[in-house]
């Protein structure tokens, strides 16, 4: 019997790093644009601070690259332009992933999440 290997992505060290870039690229625009619509915000943000910290586990911050790049993908299974539906499976995403790796988040990522926060207007400019 033939065997039939499933054409998928893998995430190699390479990958990470051209997914990070852009990731550092989209995720401020995107968090803009999200922030009404996913309400565990803080944990995302505080998720990116855990992708970009060198002292995260490896797998941590591979499963991170991932859910970060889906996040801020602009063409997803539902657009983001979307009223209401449109960060929907986004925060799937994210929730599986924050869940996944929740251990690694450390309080220093958190804290850095709640200050930006803090300071981001509620709506994308010109939105207002």
């Known amino acids: 019997m033939k065997r039939i290997t499933p054409d998928i992505e893998i995430l190699g060290p390479e990958d990470a790093e051209a997914k990070e870039k852009t990731i550092r690229d989209r995720f401020w625009p995107t968090v803009r644009k999200a922030l009404r619509a996913i309400p565990f915000m803080e944990d995302v943000v505080a998720g990116y601070y855990a992708m970009l910290d060198s002292r995260t586990p490896s797998r941590a ?18 657009p983001d332009f979307l ?14 992933a924050l869940a996944a ?17 803090a300071g981001m207007p509620e709506e994308p400019a010109g939105r207002r």
């Open 61 to 78: 911050r591979f499963t991170l690259i991932a859910a970060l790049a889906y996040f801020v993908a602009p063409v997803d299974v539902v």
């Open 101 to 117: 790796v929740g251990s690694s988040i450390r309080d220093e990522h958190r804290e850095a999440a709640k200050r930006v926060l």
């Open 83 to 96: 009223m209401g539906l449109g960060f929907l499976d986004d925060a799937s995403v994210l929730a599986a």
